[in-house]
């Protein structure tokens, strides 16, 4: 059974930082690529970053990109996300998510796994 639980997210004023994790089990890790999305309320789920099976590939979606950070530890079954300079339209939350492919994908229906969320709420 294919299991994934993000943790770290929480309450920061804007311009602060928050460093999300996500821990797999029942799952290959090392083969699948890892994305992280977001969903705000009355919104759609947002891509926000991924990377592929290895971590040598990353990519981010523009409004992210320069302030964020995503990165894994194969040995941990772990994907992380650093985010930095946070600002009010970044509260969401962000949900972990595993490709059975090892390539970058940025499309929700590219991702076979899901993880359950966690809150991040940026104050002005």
């Known amino acids: 059974q294919v299991q994934l639980v993000e943790s770290g997210g929480g309450l920061v004023q804007a311009g602060g930082s928050l460093r999300l994790s996500c821990a797999a089990s029942g799952v290959t890790f090392s083969s699948n690529a890892m994305g992280w999305f977001r969903q705000a309320p009355g919104k759609e789920r947002e891509f926000v970053a991924t990377i592929n099976w290895s971590g040598a590939s990353t990519y981010y979606a523009d409004s992210v990109r320069g302030r964020f950070t995503i990165s894994r530890d194969n040995a941990k079954n772990t994907v992380y996300l650093q985010m930095n300079s946070l600002k009010p339209e970044d509260t969401a939350v962000y949900y972990c998510?595993?490709?059975?492919?090892?390539?970058?994908?940025?499309?929700?229906?590219?991702?076979?796994?899901w993880g359950q969320g966690t809150q991040v709420t940026v104050s002005s």
């Open positions: 998510a595993a490709s059975r492919s090892p390539r970058i994908r940025t499309t929700t229906g590219s991702y076979d796994y």
